[in-house]
Nanobody
Framework: QVQLVESGGGLVQAGGSLRLSCAASGIIFSTYTMGWYRQAPGKQRELVAAITSGRTTNYAESVKGRFTISRDNPKNAVYLQMNSLKPEDTAVYYC???????????????WGQGTQVTVSS
């Protein structure tokens, strides 16, 4: 079974940087898209960034130019480099994986446990 393990969250001052990591295990003969979502208290979960197996990337408008998503396919890992952090970036960040299984017509969706990012002013 696929599992996602996250690390890198914490407390940082405004203008600082953090790098989130997510490693996936249990993937066999599959292609996948990975991404990061975030959810602040009382708000909807939103897509922050995503990257396909072909390295195509998409970013939320609020993080363009500040965040960079990347992946390491041999390690089945995805990273989110967050620079110029703002208090508005404070949220729980979740790693997400969309898996295409050979022989299946239905993609499978997996989530990490979430990691807290807090940006102080």
């Amino acid at each position: 079974q696929v599992q996602l393990v996250e690390s890198g969250g914490g407390l940082v001052q405004a203008g600082g940087s953090l790098r989130l990591s997510c490693a996936a295990s249990g993937i066999i003969f599959s292609t996948y898209t990975m991404g990061w979502y975030r959810q602040a208290p009382g708000k909807q979960r939103e897509l922050v960034a995503a990257i396909t197996s072909g390295r195509t990337t998409n970013y939320a408008e609020s993080v363009k130019g500040r965040f960079t998503i990347s992946r390491d396919n041999p390690k089945n890992a995805v990273y989110l480099q967050m620079n110029s952090l703002k208090p508005e970036d404070t949220a729980v960040y979740y790693c997400n994986l969309i898996l295409t299984v050979p022989g299946s017509m239905t993609p499978r969706n997996y989530w990490g446990q979430g990691t807290q990012v807090t940006v102080s002013s």
